[in-house]
């Protein structure tokens, strides 16, 4: 049995009518003049929006769950310009989770995951002229396993990239920058470069869960993704034939490194000229990323977002330049080549 999902977040308008099954996310009692009222916070995968259950009808619920499926019964109203839906009833939805898909009800990426991963291939297949590379890439990101976690994993708990396909659109990012600056600076081992931030993050994984809860699992609390990274991809290197020791040696280290320093969880400091690079361009993507939806989920009317506690500042909606009408220069031109300076260009949703 399939689950039904008619209606999102962003379709909804006040005044219409609601009869729809949401993630409930959180549900606090708060007090208003005329007594208890619920506050709920639902999610799809398109948006979230506030629910209020009001008394009397408030009293009939007891306690909630947050982490569940429910459906939700009332009607949009407008407040402070934005939209929340006054509850009249809620039920909880009990299904088997395999018959759920969760991409209709969790945060995803605005591209389809499995575009993302045949990006990253067409990468490794574009830029890793040495076979034992491309062989190693390759086989890693086409194991069913392998594939069936990256397709749904996030990027991170909390901060960037934290929903489905996150993960793999935090990598596809990283391995642009990449290769990006290995045309400024040409004495960069590109491959190696690249089969690092190919499997940089390889055991986030593992280490987050991809469903309602997105919540560390046990191996993730215990080892943590660098180290679970290098457990799932160990057998493949080992298969990999004609793949030099210092390669192998080098590989590794891009991955344990890559958090650049031993307070960020980084075992080792980067100490080759890749490392380096796979460092700085794993922190930008993330940082980009954190500020792109500070700046996105910021009312319209307003020019600074909230406090980011994990960069310690707000961010400026700045003015923007209005788009030039005058020819691309040289650079410009040059930097359009396929899998170089692309990064650049916002990932687009699908058609």
Known sequence: ???????????????????????????????????????????DSQGVIEGKIWSPASQNYSEFMPGGLVRVQG??????????????????????????????????????????????EELCKEHLGHEPWRKLCLQVLQDEAVRARLLMAPGAKILHHAYIGGL???????????????????????????????????GKAWELTSGIQKDYTDEGRLLGHIQLGLEIISPFLEKTKGLAPELKLHFKHLLISHHGEHEFGSPKRPKTAEALVLHYADNLDAKMNTVAQLLE????????????????????????????????????????????????????PDE
């Open 1 to 43: 049995m399939d689950l039904p999902k008619k209606t999102f977040v962003n379709d909804l308008a006040a005044g219409q009518k609601v009869d729809e099954i949401f993630v409930l996310t959180e549900a606090r009692q708060q007090q208003a003049r005329n007594g208890p009222y619920w506050l709920l916070r639902l999610q």
């Open 75 to 120: 009607q949009v109203v407008s407040f402070r310009k934005q939209n929340q839906i006054s509850v009249e009833q809620v039920d909880v939805v009990d299904l088997e989770e395999g018959v759920i898909d969760w991409s209709l009800f969790l945060p995803r990426s605005n591209r389809n995951p499995e575009l993302i991963l045949r990006d990253i």
């Open 168 to 202: 793999l659109e935090h990598t596809l990012a990283v391995c642009r920058l990449c290769m990006a600056i290995c045309e400024l600076y040409p004495r960069l081992d590109r491959e190696v470069l690249l089969a690092g931030a190919v499997f940089h993050d390889l």
């Open 297 to 348: 989920n910021m009312p319209e009317q307003e020019s600074w977002t909230v406090y980011q506690r994990s960069m310690e500042r707000q961010f400026f909606r700045a003015f923007q330049t209005p788009l030039s009408k005058s020819k691309p220069t040289a650079i410009q031109k040059k930097n359009q080549r396929p899998g170089v300076v692309n990064f650049l260009e916002e990932l687009r």
